[in-house]
């Protein structure tokens, strides 16, 4: 079983930068892909960006695509996604989540077995 805790999260202007950090437990990390989703109030949860269980490939939303960057260090057993040009739609709860079903990562959230419980992401304009 995997325990996954975010952190990073914060106020920023719009064209601004934030690391946000996602921390897990056990001994496994490394055999499992992880994602970042994200969800804005009113809507529904939706796929940031996974990366696959060695770190090798990674896989956007098109929303991010250029400006976010998924990285993991399985040493570590965290998993980061860097967060620049940041846009006022970039608003919302960001989780990251874990699975095992698909080392290679998923965009899909019923693929992921483990989820943290979120970080608040502000985007100002």
């Known amino acids: 079983q995997v325990q996954l805790v975010e952190s990073g999260g914060g106020l920023v202007q719009a064209g601004g930068s934030l690391r946000l950090s996602c921390a897990a437990s056990?001994?496994?990390?490394?055999?499992?892909?992880m994602g970042w989703f994200r969800q804005a109030p009113g809507k529904e949860r939706e796929f940031v960006a996974t990366v696959s269980w060695s770190g090798g490939s990674t896989y956007y939303a098109d929303s991010v695509k250029g400006r976010f960057i998924i990285s993991r260090d399985n040493a570590k057993k965290t998993v980061y996604l860097q967060m620049n040009s940041l846009k006022p739609e970039d608003t919302a709860v960001y989780y990251c989540a874990a699975t095992r079903r698909i080392l290679g990562g998923s965009s899909s959230f019923n693929e992921y077995d483990y989820w943290g419980r979120g970080t608040q992401v502000t985007v100002s304009s």
């Open positions: 056990g001994r496994t990390f490394g055999s499992y892909a």
